[in-house]
């Protein structure tokens, strides 16, 4: 049960009449002198978690985040609401960083907001000994996982945090950790000690859909004209070169959309996150780079176009997408090819055996997220430890794959496999290997005289696609393997179960999903969305008042309101400052600063 003072500050200042299970417990526990090490979801409410705490307990909470280009923005939201923050980085010129540094020393500040590299600094350590400090909120600290992909060397020095400041209560936030992750934080940051709280990863708002990826663009293309047609989203690439082609070819194609990459130089990526953050409607394509601490509640679908490294760098990618718990989508097309690169990827990159043999694992659970033929939600869940059941809003939910006993499928490939690497001493890779089985005569077929092979044409049963389908789950179930240098296939240790029969191969069989049906799912998914028809019009004219007061203060709309709030608003319509305070994300300071204009504009609809 949150305590009175805390609950006071959520409606005053956020305008929220309750907490979401398990805020109230964190925000006692911390405003109590507490450390707590918190996992909950994108979307799920974390940063109230340390915001609350730092208003109610004596002092200035300082946070440590690595996302100096969203600095401003958190700062700037936290202003509308009338709360007093400030923040510490590069961006600063001299005389800025004195105003802010002047008044976190007399105490004016509710909250700081500091780039871990800046504890570096002797001159910070002396400004923090000035103040009294609240709390120490370190957000995003998986980055402290060194195997992570947001890994910061900074986060390691944090750890000292708690000797240098022991009275001062310590609150590490994460949106995704396994259990082996979650004790490496603890144990990196001195946190052994400190009380876990883990919510629930589940986000019932999210539908979850893989599919084989045949033609990535064109895929691409059919899910945001049919589906999402002038949503705003992200477009996950793992190259550059792959999001730049991506970003041109929606543009192109009349949707915009901005490339996003470590590429590009600094002054290009800070204007494209900016114009995501404040425009309606924008595409973002981008590397894995893009997205820690994006806080836009409106993306409506996040899509891969290939297949990420690990379940949690997907969990925590896909769940940028719907923070405001409106139906959203999270797309993944992927292929044999992702399944190839990744493997060669892990056997040639950096770091030991150990390391290798954990990206290994990392992979194995992904490939098993997009093969099983259960319910998507419940392996993802089971992955962090948790339990559900059958969603009833995912691909495999809504239209069921069938399995079927590919274990003569599996020989023939090893066949192939084997008689290459025995009678000819070669290995090739995946596309040869296929033309064999299919019988094609290619001019690498006539150079090799593979058409002379035994199994050559034994494999005319199935299609090229459908042998694609068979060699990428031989992968993914390791029954064959990718040699890194070449990427040619090997056998493993397990192919010989295989080949003698004296192990069973069963394989996903992708469900056929007619064009009525998948119209019907996603008008399904808009109707949740929709507003009553007369409130239309009303929610329309409010963002319109929205987007122009956020443009004349030069903050992202969100800043202003929430859809989820304008939509509460058009639908009740208040009639007066008391009727429109009870709305859900208006508090004290907006109903003061907005609430005349708000009134004028629902006057004037």
């Known amino acids: 049960m949150a305590s009175p003072e805390a609950l006071e500050t959520l409606r005053r200042v956020f305008g929220y009449d309750a907490f979401r299970d398990g805020q109230g417990e964190i925000i006692d526990h911390v405003v109590n002198g507490g450390d707590a090490l918190v996992l909950m979801p994108t979307g799920g409410g974390k940063s109230l978690c340390y915001q609350i705490p730092a208003q109610v307990r004596k002092g200035t909470g300082v946070v440590i985040s690595p996302l100096i280009a969203l600095m401003q923005d958190q700062v700037d939201a ?91 209560p310590r609150i590490a936030l994460t949106a995704t950790a396994t259990e ?11 946190l052994e000690q400190a009380k876990h709280f883990v919510a629930s990863f589940d986000r019932p708002n999210i539908q ?14 059919h899910l945001l004209r049919n589906e999402h047609q002038g949503d705003a989203g992200i477009v996950y690439c793992l190259s550059r070169n792959s999001v730049e082609k991506h970003a041109e070819f929606l543009t192109q194609n009349g949707i915009e959309a901005l490339p996003y990459h470590a590429g590009l130089d600094a002054r290009m990526r800070a204007e494209h996150q900016s114009r995501f953050l404040r425009e309606d409607g924008l595409v973002i394509v981008a590397t894995i780079a893009f997205g820690m601490g994006i806080d836009k509640p409106d993306v409506r679908f996040v899509a891969h176009l290939d297949l990420p490294k690990s379940v949690e760098g997907y969990y925590q990618e896909t769940g940028r997408a719907g923070r405001d718990g409106l139906p959203s989508t999270a797309w993944l097309a992927y292929g044999l090819q992702d399944v190839v690169n990744l493997r060669k990827m892990i056997d040639g990159g950096d770091g030991d055996a150990a390391h290798r043999r954990r990206q290994s694992t990392h992979l194995d659970s992904m490939l ?25 809003n995912c691909d495999t939910c809504l239209s069921p794959p069938q399995t079927w006993d590919a274990t003569v499928a599996a020989q023939k490939v090893l066949s192939v496999i084997v008689r290459l690497d025995r009678e000819r001493r070669q290995k090739f890779g995946a596309g040869h290997i296929i033309d064999i089985l299919l019988g094609k005569k290619s001019a690498k077929v006539i150079q090799f005289d593979h058409d002379s092979l035994k199994p050559f044409g034994v494999g005319a049963d199935l299609r090229e696609a ?111 400052l008391a009727e429109l305070g009870q709305i859900s994300g208006v508090g004290e300071n907006k109903l003061a600063k907005y609430g005349d204009q708000v009134l004028e504009t629902l006057a004037a609809a």
């Open 180 to 190: 082996a992750t979650r004790a490496e934080i603890a144990s990196r940051l001195n």
């Open 368 to 392: 098993a997220l997009c093969e099983t033929v259960e319910c998507r939600r419940v392996q993802l869940l089971n992955y962090f430890g948790q339990t559900g059941g059958p969603c009833g």
């Open 208 to 221: 979850y859909r893989i599919e084989p990826k045949t033609d990535a663009k064109r895929q691409l293309l």
């Open 78 to 168: 936290l202003r509308a609401l009338g709360v007093q923050a400030g923040f510490l980085n590069s961006t600063l010129d001299h005389d800025e960083r004195r105003v802010v540094e002047a008044q976190f020393a007399a105490g004016e500040l509710d909250l700081l907001y500091l780039a871990p590299e800046r504890l570096r600094l002797a001159s910070t350590i002396e400004l923090l000994d000035r103040a009294t400090i609240a709390l120490f909120a370190i957000d995003e600290a998986h980055c402290v996982s060194q195997w992570g992909h947001d890994f910061r060397p900074d986060y390691l020095m944090l750890s000292g945090l708690h000797e240098r400041w022991p009275d001062v």
């Open 466 to 576: 459908e042998w694609r389908g068979v060699v990428r789950q031989l992968l993914a179930q390791g029954l064959i393997a990718v040699e890194s240098e070449h990427g040619t296939l090997v056998q493993t240790d397990a192919s010989a179960d295989v080949l003698r029969g004296e192990r069973k191969v069963m394989m996903r069989r992708e469900a056929e999903r007619p064009a009525a049906k998948a119209a019907k799912t996603a008008k399904a998914a808009k109707a949740v969305i929709e507003l009553p028809p007369e409130a239309v019009p009303i929610f329309e004219r409010l963002r319109a008042w929205r987007g122009a007061t956020a443009k004349e203060q030069g903050v992202p709309a969100y800043v202003i309101f929430h859809d989820a709030t304008l939509r509460e608003i058009a639908t009740a319509q208040p009639s007066s």
